[in-house]
């Protein structure tokens, strides 16, 4: 605990270094200088380090890190081809192999990727990014990216290409992130309804109640259709695993937070409507996990949607006037997730990500 907590703290640290930065040569000549780009890089890197240090030269720290990650690298040393569906994936075990470095460079290049792009998202698209780096944190989104590699180095560059305006970018830039893991190819068809079908126009409170409403109403038929077209992909054996069940705690935080949502939900911020719209999608999720048991399964298409939290839960904040309100509100959420992670990671030991200890002296 000591480890994370003290990567945590350094990161806010180097972070809030980053950000007084950029304020300080906002729209300065200075900022156009190629001595700015040079500064601002070192200083982003210096926000990441910290969590990119521990991320990378961790050992047996993740569920999968020995019995999928380390595994797969060595069947790729044997020749064998394990990544057949994430060809980047399979790509980066097989340069690394080719030039005779260890496992450890897997790691420290798949934390790289995901915590760079994170940041960046984060720094570019927050109004707060200091406290969406705490959601980061204490959601335990950077517990699951130790364990699931593949599906968080895809959600880091997916979430980039959902940001963008232009659509051939955005299908390119996505289409990019499916190459690291398949389940990315879902941001394609949230792009085209969230960007540009079902947000073309301000849409109302009211109507978002109702159609909240109707959404849940209707989700048993949306689990049926879910349970259809995952039949048909690479992830079926996930119907057939003996992992049932659900988690009843990451259903209650998203429903709360989905309230939260719709009690700030504001018609003339078309930001706010889309994110609210993805964390609608994260609560019918939430509610077809319990029709369609599969905890396991489940957990990973709620990634899909919840991780665009880290934005909406800032934006939730800005929306209170009051500025007591805001640290009171700001602190529900962190109290929340704070709780869900401490007992589900910490307590109960979900994602193995405790103790940690570093590779040195491992290999």
């Not at 190629?34 to 240090?53: E, G, H, N, Q, R």
């Not at 040393?77 to 057949?84: A, F, I, L, Q, V």
């Amino acid at each position: 605990m000591i480890v994370y907590i003290t990567a945590f703290i350094v990161t806010l640290l180097f972070s809030t270094g980053f950000i007084k930065f950029r304020e300080s040569y906002k729209n300065s000549k200075f900022s156009r200088t190629i001595d700015y780009k040079i500064y601002s890089a070192f200083l982003f890197l210096m926000a990441v380090f910290p969590l990119w240090f521990i991320t990378a030269f961790r050992y047996d720290v993740g569920t999968d890190y020995l019995y999928t990650y380390v595994k797969y690298f060595e069947h790729t040393s044997y020749g064998w081809k394990p990544y057949r569906h994430e060809p980047l994936f399979q790509l980066l075990n097989t340069v690394l192999v080719s030039l005779n470095l260890s496992y450890v460079w897997l790691f420290a290049i798949s934390g790289m990727l995901i915590l760079g792009f994170l940041f960046y998202y984060i720094f570019k698209f927050s109004p707060k990014p200091l406290y969406s780096i705490v959601i980061f944190f204490c959601s335990s989104f950077f517990f699951n990216s130790l364990n699931n590699v593949r599906q968080y180095i895809a959600i880091a560059i997916a979430i980039i290409g959902f940001s963008q305006k232009n659509t051939i970018k955005a299908f390119i830039i996505i289409l990019i992130a499916t190459l690291f893991h398949l389940t990315a190819i879902v941001y394609i068809p949230l792009y085209i309804i969230v960007m540009n079908l079902m947000f073309a126009k301000p849409v109302k409170k009211s109507k978002m109640i109702k159609l909240s409403i109707l959404s849940i109403v209707l989700a048993p038929a949306l689990c049926f259709i879910l349970k259809k077209i995952i039949v048909l992909t690479p992830y079926a054996y996930f119907l057939d695993s003996q992992n049932g069940g659900y988690s009843l705690l990451i259903i209650i935080v998203n429903i709360i937070i989905f309230i939260f949502t719709l009690f700030y939900y504001d018609s003339k911020d078309k930001i706010y409507q889309k994110f609210a719209f993805l964390q609608l999608l994260t609560a019918l999720c939430c509610v077809c996990s319990v029709f369609l048991q599969n905890e396991e399964m489940w957990m990973r298409i709620i990634r899909i949607t919840s991780t665009f939290q880290i934005i909406l839960l800032p934006k939730i904040i800005l929306k209170e006037k009051n500025h007591l309100s805001r640290y009171a509100v700001g602190l529900i959420f962190i109290a929340i997730y704070s709780v869900y992670t401490l007992y589900t990671v910490y307590y109960q030991g979900g994602l193995a990500v405790f103790p940690y200890q570093f590779v040195f002296g491992k290999l």
